[in-house]
């Protein structure tokens, strides 16, 4: 027995795993809990063979508030975690990827050879990037004589159109009087996405 022990723990080591915490869970109030209990209860009794009609409308409207609550709980706590965040953009895609299932990759794990070295801290190798496209439009140039090839000339001539449009940078007090001549309804919803971002 020892020995079949011994090759069951060579073939299959045992490894340690350690659970992701969720990044979070406040919008799951005690209320949303027995109401999540409730509902269990209710998919229960609606597969039994002999439930009334009122009970089946009465299960239907009650899954339809259910759904309801919870999707204004999660929508109010993810306004509330972008709203507090200190990078905004970082908190929405944070939400995006746990919505959608994606899980980020860890960048601990990127390793990059520079200067016949490994270098695996991500600081350092963003700096190593950094600096090689820094110099890369620097050596193309001195290739080329510091002439941009005809090719890529072409792209950047402009052409006069009648059909251009362009476009000024704004400030905050031209959004801000666009949005007071906005109706009501449409001027809240405006003034709550420019306090977010």
């Given at each position: 027995?020892n020995s079949v022990?011994?090759?069951?723990?060579?073939?299959?080591p045992l490894?340690?795993?350690?659970?992701?915490?969720p990044?979070?869970?406040?919008?799951i109030?005690?209320?949303i809990?027995?109401?999540?209990?409730?509902?269990?209860?209710?998919?229960?009794?609606?597969k039994?063979?002999?439930?009334t009609?009122d009970?089946?409308i009465h299960i239907?409207?009650?899954?339809?508030?259910?759904?309801?609550?919870?999707r204004e709980?999660?929508?109010?706590?993810?306004?509330?975690?972008?709203?507090?965040?200190?990078h905004k953009?970082?908190a929405?895609?944070?939400?995006?990827?746990k919505?959608?299932?994606?899980?980020?990759?860890?960048?601990?794990?990127?390793?990059?050879?520079?200067n016949?070295?490994?270098?695996?801290?991500?600081?350092?190798?963003?700096?190593?990037?950094?600096?090689?496209?820094?110099?890369?439009?620097?050596?193309?140039l001195?290739?080329?004589?510091?002439?941009?090839?005809n090719?890529?000339?072409?792209?950047?001539k402009?052409?006069?159109?009648?059909?251009t449009?362009f476009?000024?940078p704004?400030?905050e007090?031209?959004?801000e009087?666009?949005a007071?001549?906005?109706?009501?309804?449409?001027?809240?919803?405006?003034?709550?996405?420019?306090?977010?971002?």
């Open positions: 027995m022990l011994h090759s069951f723990d060579i073939a299959f490894e340690l795993r350690h659970r992701k915490k990044l979070r869970s406040e919008w109030t005690q209320g809990n027995m109401s999540s209990k409730k509902m269990r209860f209710l998919n229960m009794i609606k039994q063979p002999n439930l009609e009970a089946k239907a409207k009650y899954k339809i508030i259910y759904r309801r609550v919870l709980a999660k929508r109010r706590e993810n306004d509330k975690y972008i709203l507090h965040a200190n953009s970082k929405v895609w944070q939400i995006i990827n919505e959608t299932g994606r899980t980020s990759s860890n960048k601990q794990d990127i390793k990059i050879t520079g016949s070295e490994e270098i695996t801290n991500p600081e350092n190798v963003a700096e190593l990037f950094n600096s090689y496209f820094i110099t890369i439009s620097e050596e193309l001195k290739k080329n004589g510091n002439r941009i090839p090719s890529v000339n072409h792209h950047l402009i052409t006069e159109s009648t059909n449009m476009l000024f704004v400030t007090n031209e959004v009087k666009v007071k001549g906005l109706r009501i309804n449409y001027r809240q919803e405006l003034m709550k996405y420019l306090i977010i971002w």
